[in-house]
């Protein structure tokens, strides 16, 4: 006899942060919902909210690192058994704290045909700051018609801060429009970029040459504001920086005071330092920069295997069958 035919582990069952009500529909919640309460969560709670909200919840299911999970929540979920995250990693997970606990974590495959939507969504980003394009559009559906002029991106200098797998994929885009291609990362070799089919640079000449910049580094101590107000300076003031990463990455106040001064020509922002970004921040007031609501991943070649693989890690944990074990998450 299976363990869900006997008492499920799991009673209460929380999808966070499903903010466009996905969850349900794109995998087969059936098996769960037959033994287990599923309730979907489609706003953002902020840890004081988690903690009432999840108090009697024995498992919640992330999507990537929209959710922080430190000690400091953990510990205020009594009931807390199991923790599925989608991706391979969860960078705002204290696992010190799920392994105290006795809390299993799983995770999903890397799978489908959308692992390189985010630098999809950078070249969309690029391409609409050079043509102006959420301004033309809005002037085009409110009766106006062009005022602006763009730029070509052929001839141009892209500048790729980090040449990991997103990054590569960046580089035979960059050159299908003619454009030369710098790089340079804190790990970064003149060998390891030419073997992309980029130039290694300097930092300097890379904030100084280049006239869009897109980071694709992962955020760590090491990397946090590592576009600060230096790096700006060093930017042309027809320079674009393009954010598909982590908000951290950039300084924001830096970065802020540059957009307001001029001394860029703007920006596209895809992530930030907190998400949802405050209705009232100062970033969604200014005309030289361009927004979106964290879109890099979401796509649906990445989230139905996203829910596909939780449902089933879910149904594996209570039937007692063999799930994927995050490294350093306690043994099923």
């Known amino acids: 006899m299976t363990r869900a035919a006997q008492t499920p582990l799991l009673e209460r069952i ?20 037959s033994c287990a309460e599923v309730k979907v969560f489609n706003h953002h709670l902020t840890e004081e909210q988690a903690v009432i909200a999840l108090h009697d919840f024995d498992a919640i299911c992330c999507v990537r690192e929209r959710m922080a999970l430190p000690a400091s929540l953990i510990n205020r979920l009594p009931n807390l058994k199991f923790i599925a995250i989608t991706g391979v990693q969860h960078r ?17 495959q890397r799978r489908g045909n959308g692992q ?19 301004e033309e559009i809005t002037r085009m559906k409110t009766g106006g018609w062009q005022k602006t002029s763009g730029m070509a991106l052929g001839g141009r200098t892209l500048g790729l801060v980090g040449l990991g797998r997103l990054g590569q994929h960046m580089v035979p885009i960059a050159k299908a429009f003619g454009m030369k291609v710098l790089a340079w990362s804190q790990n970064m070799t003149p060998q390891l970029a030419e073997q992309a089919g980029a130039t290694w640079v300097d930092k300097e000449t890379l904030f100084r040459e280049s006239d869009f910049i897109s980071l694709h580094v992962v955020l760590s101590e090491r990397t946090r504001h590592l576009v600060a107000s230096r790096e700006l300076a060093l930017m042309k003031p027809t320079a674009y ?5 982590r908000g951290p990455l ?37 005309d030289n ?24 890690n879910l149904r594996a944990f209570m039937d007692g069958r063999p799930i994927r074990v995050l490294s350093g998450s306690p043994q099923h």
């Open 289 to 312: 920069v361009m927004l979106t609501p964290h879109l890099g991943y979401t796509v649906q070649e990445l989230l139905v295997p996203f829910y596909q693989d939780t449902v089933e």
């Open 250 to 286: 950039v300084d924001g106040e830096a970065l802020v005071q540059a957009l307001i001064n001029k001394g860029i020509a703007g920006a596209a922002l895809d992530t930030f330092d907190v998400e949802p970004l405050p209705d009232d921040h100062v970033l969604r007031t200014l």
């Open 241 to 245: 920086l393009v954010n598909t990463a």
């Open 14 to 33: 929380a999808v966070l942060d499903d903010y466009q009500n996905y969850a349900l529909s794109m995998a087969d919640w059936a098996p769960v919902l």
């Open 92 to 108: 705002t997970l204290d696992m010190a704290a799920v392994q105290a606990r006795g809390i299993v974590v799983s995770h999903t």
């Open 116 to 134: 390189f939507a985010t630098a999809e969504l950078a070249w969309g980003m690029m391409l609409s700051l050079a043509r102006h394009l959420p």
